[in-house]
């Protein structure tokens, strides 16, 4: 069997702070295959973005990274600023979750489109590549997007515009961090199916990061789901959302709005309490305060992420009885 595009094998990020090292990402592990779309699933705080910064060595100056994060079989830990050119927006290519701040608000959306070209190496007939890359996203106006600037656009138009950047490169790779949270839910559609779309037409491997369960079984063939900097649960994204085996996942889910029927927005059940501060993680299994299944072996002992079968992990002791 060929190595995964990315694998990703007891990643830990940590931080520098003036009490000591904060911990946010705690021996996170899991691979992407080429062409594949996996979900990164959890609640604001449980390591996400973290992870997906620490895969294109973004984190700032303070952080630290352990373990092994592999592309294509290459070790990217340890890289240094100048190797990372190579990769950076070539092999890797990021979509964030706010177009208005990922562009830069006095160069057009033509010029931003042009300096993307430019890193990955494409000098040549600029204007019928930034035309070309705006039609790619559904600009079908491209001279036009192309002379405006950010604030000129809806914020769909930006998000395509940073997903035209993103493309610039033909990466094998794209991470897309929350990449419709800023927009209204028509716009989310359309962003979604056209990242569907420029996925299956050009092979990418995807790394969808979201805390909504719902566009992650839209998208994904494989979710993994993260509380507190740990994996909690791996597995088929279309099984997942019908029978989770971690209690955490059951919650996500019964949290995700319904627009008719039972669960109704009406009927929507919120996890009590709140994710814990990296700097006061409780003890034993780290959901067991808002867990409804808690008992007292939650309390003292640390699960391990266990192999339940057919390709699923998790990381709870009562995994097959869990939404049931």
């Known amino acids: 069997m060929p190595d995964p595009l990315l694998q990703l094998a007891e990643v830990q990020v940590t931080f520098a702070s003036d009490l000591g090292e904060v911990s946010a990402v705690d021996r996170v592990s899991f691979s992407v295959e080429r062409g594949e779309v996996v979900a990164l699933v959890g609640e604001s705080g449980s390591g996400k973005s973290a992870t997906a910064l620490a895969i294109g060595g973004l984190l700032p100056g303070h952080a630290r990274v352990g373990g092994s994060i592999r592309l294509d079989g290459a070790e990217l830990v340890g890289r240094s600023s100048t190797a990372w050119r190579g990769i950076r927006g070539r092999r890797i290519a990021y979509v964030f979750q706010e177009p208005a701040t990922a562009l830069n608000p006095v160069f057009t959306a033509g010029y931003q489109v042009s300096e993307a070209l430019k890193v990955a190496g494409r000098r040549d007939s600029l204007e019928e590549r930034i035309a070309a890359l705006l039609e790619s996203v559904g600009l079908r106006d491209a001279g036009r997007i ?46 979604l199916e056209l990242l569907a779309e420029l996925q299956r037409s050009r092979g990418l491997a995807v790394l969808l990061i979201t805390h909504n369960l719902a566009i992650a079984a839209r998208l994904a063939r494989r979710m993994v789901v993260l509380y507190a900097g740990q994996v909690v649960e791996e597995g088929p994204a279309a099984e997942m959302v019908h029978a989770p085996r971690h209690p955490y996942t059951h919650a996500l889910l019964r949290a995700v709005p319904k627009l008719r029927g039972a669960g109704s927005a009406a009927d929507l059940v919120g996890i009590p309490g709140q994710i814990p501060s990296p700097m006061a993680l409780p003890s034993g299994c780290r959901f067991h305060p808002r867990c409804a299944r808690c008992v007292a072996t939650c309390r003292g002992e640390v699960p391990e992420l266990a192999d339940t079968g057919s390709g699923w992990r998790s990381r709870c002791p009562f995994a097959r009885e869990v939404g049931t």
């Open 146 to 191: 192309a002379s405006s600037y950010p604030h000129q656009l809806s914020g769909g138009q930006q998000q395509r515009v940073v997903m035209a950047m993103a493309l610039a490169g033909e990466p094998e790779l794209l991470i897309a961090d929350e990449p419709t949270t800023a927009l209204d839910v028509t716009v989310q559609a359309q962003i």
